[in-house]
């Protein structure tokens, strides 16, 4: 495709890839200064022929001589075939949060939600952030981690609805012997394939270096257990795509944006626009944590302290607190400190809550306003 300007020294082109199932679609965008202008968009099948034409029609379509990048979302698993196809040709792939083209197609004012229209806003997003990092493939053992913490959060779904017939079963008038044997029989092969698992889980981690010894440091924070710190390391491939603590609560749905209009300020909730996995992890262990956890009980009963009706917003603060936590752990490899979350007087007490440059620090403040 020729561009309808000429191109200069800030020229950029960018395909941008909106990812299906059985199928993808592909629009180049061109783009420099103010002008700008793409193709139409097409359709490819999401399978090794489809890639094959996919970057053919990309390399006839694009300028020569200058570069070219191929933009995506991590759609599940069904965008990692094309991404790594890409990356093995030697191709210039990126992988940005889903929070970040919305973000740009809101700014950009385009509030029609196609397969077409996505992948002209990721094609438009390439073109205009320079900034955008190219993507590297994460360790096998995260993929891996990330399919063996799945099927744990599966069982364990089905577990408890065994268990709650089971009490269901004690309860009632009259209750068949068999069927309770056969309910207990299920219940203990299910405890025994969890036991397996997380056996296997944890031989699966020995094989990425260093990766035990910073689990280790993630569960020294009191609530936070094994199996979540595992959980929340194989839904963000080891953090590989956040670059700040603001995007990490974007992706696990965990921030509080604001509808305000005019005087009117309704009441704020968490987006819960992200990852439902990281949420579903977090929810017990924050429970936990402030109950036994010294700091975060102080933390979690001073926001309660200020709406005493709507606890659940302390819940949420310290899921949000424990994730950052946890990311900044990873970060810095550096040991979980407890006396770096406990503030030396009141004033010093507000900065600790709002600070982000603090290793351990936290913004709670929307929340906390809640």
Not at 63 to 83: F, I, S
Not at 121 to 142: E, F, N, Q
Not at 325 to 344: M, N, T
Request: charge should be positive; aromatic fraction near 8%; hydrophobic fraction near 35%.
């Amino acid at each position: 495709m020729k561009p309808n300007f000429e191109p200069g020294k800030w020229f950029m082109q960018c395909v941008g890839i909106d990812i299906a199932k059985s199928t993808f679609t592909a629009c180049l965008c061109m783009y420099e200064f103010d002008m700008g202008c793409s193709t139409n968009p097409v359709v490819f099948n999401n399978n090794k022929t489809g890639f094959n034409q996919f970057v053919k029609w990309s390399r006839k379509e694009a300028l020569k001589g200058y570069p070219l990048r191929y933009l995506m979302e991590p759609t599940g698993v069904y965008y990692e075939p094309l991404a790594f196809h890409l990356n093995k040709l030697g191709l210039n792939v990126c992988v940005v949060l889903p929070n970040k083209a919305r973000e740009f197609a809101k700014y950009e004012g385009i509030l029609t939600k196609t397969d077409d229209m996505d992948a002209y806003t990721l094609g438009m997003l390439g073109c205009m952030d320079k900034r955008l990092k190219s993507w590297t493939p994460p360790s096998p053992v995260y993929r891996e981690l990330r399919q063996m913490t799945r099927f744990v959060a599966d069982i364990n779904k089905v577990r408890t609805e065994l268990q709650n017939h089971l009490e269901a079963l004690a309860h009632s008038e009259v209750t068949e012997k068999s069927i309770v044997k056969h309910y207990n029989k299920l219940i203990d092969e299910i405890d025994k394939q969890l036991a397996a698992n997380q056996k296997a889980i944890r031989e699966k981690i020995k094989q990425e270096p260093g990766l035990s010894e910073r689990i280790d440091r993630i569960v020294t924070i009191k609530g936070v257990g094994f199996m979540t710190a595992v959980t929340i390391l194989a839904k963000t491939n080891g953090f590989a795509l956040i670059t700040n603590r603001k995007q990490l609560t974007r992706y696990a749905g965990l921030d509080v944006p604001a509808h305000q209009s005019g005087p009117v300020d309704p009441k704020r909730h968490i987006s819960k626009q992200g990852n439902v996995h990281i949420r579903t992890a977090l929810y017990f262990p924050a429970i936990v944590s402030t109950q036994c956890n010294p700091q975060m009980k102080d933390f979690y009963g001073r926001l309660c302290a200020r709406k005493p009706q709507s606890k659940m917003i302390g819940v949420t603060a310290a899921m949000r607190k424990l994730l950052l936590l946890i990311y900044s752990l990873w970060k810095s490899g550096e040991e979980y400190d407890p006396e770096r979350e406990k503030p030396a007087n009141s004033k010093k007490k507000k900065e600790a809550e709002t600070h982000e440059g603090q290793p351990h620090g936290i913004d709670v403040g929307t929340l906390a306003e809640e």
